[in-house]
């Protein structure tokens, strides 16, 4: 190895396995059923690849792994593995770390803006079928031409209202707009601010760059977004985890293959990005996997079985950790086969049986040479990590987040004029202006209820000279000269 800095040691099995950085970008996965070391195996690389000046980004599911900024050797079973191991001089440390939080509560407040999420992401979280979704669409590119912002829930939902109030003016341009449709999305619209996802949504949007920052010693600052929270609606979070990965693609540069990838970015619960996905983000999903590794990112898929990931994005990652699987069904046992099958064997080594071996810890071990060719799969025991497992304490984490230079930036709202403003004036103008025409009606019509009145009163008190000529004379003169005759004599 010409570079050994550049090897990130993750797991023993006889000899030392390890990750080497220049293919990380070929991404990753790392699969088990719950309770076999998926977390501990997701930390450990996030700190070989802080400490190697890489930036990380995770998402932090069940609030296990808020430790990373404090030095560790606080768990048994660490101290054990280290013992276990034979390290002698193994170091204890924290990480740089910054804390992100959709709601804003444990960590800086992350948002896209609506136009930045676009309408296939957004109809993947409000469920809608292929029409709906092309209406929705449609309301883009009206808000487009109209030059009409759309940054937060409230700008979409007007301007869904008022494309809907307004159908018949763009059923020519733009294609018909079903009543059932602008149902649809306000109604899903409604289910996303009741699920909180509200908050997604405005500005200061999250700048991608913060994402790729370094700490202390060079070190690769590790960002964590809490989700535990998030996770109750986890078609909001696959979706906000999805844009994040594409605007990495959109805004990043090409590199190109390099000694280091530009960042790792790890897809925890990764199945719920393509449950029930349709085809069209499905492919689009791919296509991001397949070239974002030009861009320098790495991806690592975490998920219980690696079934749960389509063929054509399982046959991108080379860097593999599986961990054990359950097989107590016939159903489960033609997924452990399934997943035996995706390594390189080794003589000797029956996967399939080890597989449902595998110890707490354990995992079958395969990576990247050189050469872009898989190892052969060796069964290891995976390094502890160097940080602390308990939690961080809502005193440390509040102390961990206001120290960050990001600080003061996200949490401040900004709301500036957007559609929601400008359909508004526009709806006040309108009133206005019905309500001018209204009393100019009004108007009109008491001018002539008022001249009915002086006929009337005219009329009436005409009627008490009849039968003398002066009477006559004043009914002529009066009609006569309003109707046009003239007064005869």
Same mark, same amino acid.
């Given at each position: 190895?010409?570079?050994?800095?550049?090897?990130?040691?993750?797991?023993?099995?006889?000899?030392?396995?390890?990750?080497?950085?220049?293919?990380?970008?070929?991404?990753?996965?790392?699969?088990?059923?719950?309770?076999?070391?998926?977390?501990?195996?997701?930390?450990?690389?996030?700190?070989?690849?802080?400490?190697?000046?890489?930036?990380?980004?995770?998402?932090?599911?069940?609030?296990?792994?808020?430790?990373?900024?404090?030095?560790?050797?606080?768990?048994?079973?660490?101290?054990?593995?280290?013992?276990?191991?034979?390290?002698?001089?193994?170091?204890?440390?924290?990480?740089?770390?910054?804390?992100?939080?959709?709601?804003?509560?444990?960590?800086?407040?992350?948002?896209?803006?609506?136009?930045?999420?676009?309408?296939?992401?957004?109809?993947?979280?409000?469920?809608?079928?292929?029409?709906?979704?092309?209406?929705?669409?449609?309301?883009?590119?009206?808000?487009?031409?109209?030059?009409?912002?759309?940054?937060?829930?409230?700008?979409?939902?007007?301007?869904?209202?008022?494309?809907?109030?307004?159908?018949?003016?763009?059923?020519?341009?733009?294609?018909?707009?079903?009543?059932?449709?602008?149902?649809?999305?306000?109604?899903?619209?409604?289910?996303?601010?009741?699920?909180?996802?509200?908050?997604?949504?405005?500005?200061?949007?999250?700048?991608?760059?913060?994402?790729?920052?370094?700490?202390?010693?060079?070190?690769?600052?590790?960002?964590?977004?809490?989700?535990?929270?998030?996770?109750?609606?986890?078609?909001?979070?696959?979706?906000?985890?999805?844009?994040?990965?594409?605007?990495?693609?959109?805004?990043?540069?090409?590199?190109?293959?390099?000694?280091?990838?530009?960042?790792?970015?790890?897809?925890?619960?990764?199945?719920?990005?393509?449950?029930?996905?349709?085809?069209?983000?499905?492919?689009?999903?791919?296509?991001?996997?397949?070239?974002?590794?030009?861009?320098?990112?790495?991806?690592?898929?975490?998920?219980?079985?690696?079934?749960?990931?389509?063929?054509?994005?399982?046959?991108?990652?080379?860097?593999?950790?599986?961990?054990?699987?359950?097989?107590?069904?016939?159903?489960?046992?033609?997924?452990?086969?399934?997943?035996?099958?995706?390594?390189?064997?080794?003589?000797?080594?029956?996967?399939?049986?080890?597989?449902?071996?595998?110890?707490?810890?354990?995992?079958?071990?395969?990576?990247?040479?050189?050469?872009?060719?898989?190892?052969?799969?060796?069964? +290891? !025991?995976?390094?502890?990590?160097? %940080?602390?497992? *308990?939690?961080?304490?809502? &005193? =440390? @984490? $509040?102390?961990?987040?206001?120290?960050?230079?990001?600080?003061?930036?996200?949490?401040?709202?900004?709301?500036?004029?957007?559609?929601?403003?400008?359909?508004?004036?526009?709806?006040?103008?309108? +009133? !206005?202006?019905?309500?001018?025409? %209204?009393?100019? *009606?009004?108007?009109?019509? &008491? =001018? @002539? $209820?008022?001249?009915?009145?002086?006929?009337?009163?005219?009329?009436?008190?005409?009627?008490?000279?009849?039968?003398?000529?002066?009477?006559?004379?004043?009914?002529?003169?009066?009609?006569?000269?309003?109707?046009?005759?003239?007064?005869?004599?």
């Amino acid at each position: 190895m010409s570079n050994p800095e550049l090897a990130l040691p993750i797991a023993k099995a006889g000899d030392e396995i390890s990750l080497l950085a220049s293919m990380a970008n070929r991404h990753g996965l790392i699969a088990g059923a719950t309770g076999t070391g998926k977390t501990v195996t997701l930390r450990v690389l996030a700190e070989q690849f802080s400490s190697a000046g890489v930036p990380v980004f995770m998402a932090d599911i069940k609030g296990d792994l808020s430790g990373l900024p404090i030095a560790g050797g606080d768990h048994p079973k660490v101290i054990e593995r280290v013992q276990k191991l034979g390290f002698s001089n193994f170091q204890f440390q924290g990480f740089p770390v910054v804390f992100w939080d959709v709601f804003g509560e444990q960590g800086h407040p992350v948002r896209t803006t609506v136009s930045d999420m676009g309408p296939l992401l957004l109809a993947r979280i409000m469920d809608l079928n292929e029409t709906q979704n092309a209406v929705l669409t449609m309301v883009f590119k009206i808000a487009d031409d109209s030059g009409m912002l759309l940054l937060d829930l409230k700008d979409l939902r007007a301007m869904v209202q008022f494309v809907g109030d307004n159908a018949e003016q763009y059923r020519v341009q733009y294609g018909n707009v079903s009543r059932a449709s602008i149902g649809a999305i306000q109604r899903g619209l409604l289910a996303i601010e009741q699920e909180g996802g509200g908050r997604l949504f405005g500005e200061p949007a999250l700048n991608i760059q913060d994402l790729i920052q370094t700490g202390h010693g060079g070190k690769g600052v590790i960002n964590i977004m809490v989700a535990d929270k998030l996770m109750q609606s986890p078609k909001i979070y696959a979706t906000m985890l999805l844009w994040m990965l594409s605007e990495l693609f959109e805004q990043l540069p090409e590199v190109g293959d390099r000694e280091k990838p530009t960042m790792i970015f790890f897809f925890d619960e990764a199945h719920l990005l393509f449950d029930d996905a349709p085809k069209a983000l499905q492919n689009k999903i791919e296509q991001v996997v397949r070239l974002i590794r030009s861009k320098g990112v790495g991806i690592f898929f975490v998920t219980q079985n690696p079934l749960d990931l389509p063929e054509d994005v399982l046959g991108q990652l080379g860097n593999r950790v599986q961990h054990a699987l359950r097989a107590f069904t016939p159903k489960d046992q033609k997924a452990v086969k399934s997943a035996a099958e995706t390594f390189r064997s080794k003589p000797g080594l029956n996967v399939v049986n080890v597989i449902t071996e595998l110890g707490v810890g354990e995992a079958l071990v395969s990576v990247l040479d050189s050469s872009g060719t898989p190892t052969r799969v060796e069964r +290891a !025991l995976i390094y502890p990590p160097k %940080s602390r497992m *308990k939690p961080l304490s809502p &005193s =440390e @984490r $509040s102390q961990v987040i206001s120290a960050s230079d990001l600080y003061g930036y996200y949490e401040k709202v900004v709301d500036r004029e957007s559609a929601y403003e400008k359909l508004k004036v526009r709806s006040e103008q309108k +009133a !206005l202006e019905e309500q001018a025409a %209204s009393a100019s *009606k009004v108007k009109r019509s &008491s =001018e @002539r $209820s008022e001249t009915a009145t002086l006929l009337g009163a005219a009329a009436k008190s005409a009627a008490h000279a009849i039968g003398s000529q002066v009477g006559r004379q004043i009914i002529r003169g009066v009609l006569g000269s309003i109707f046009g005759g003239g007064r005869k004599r």
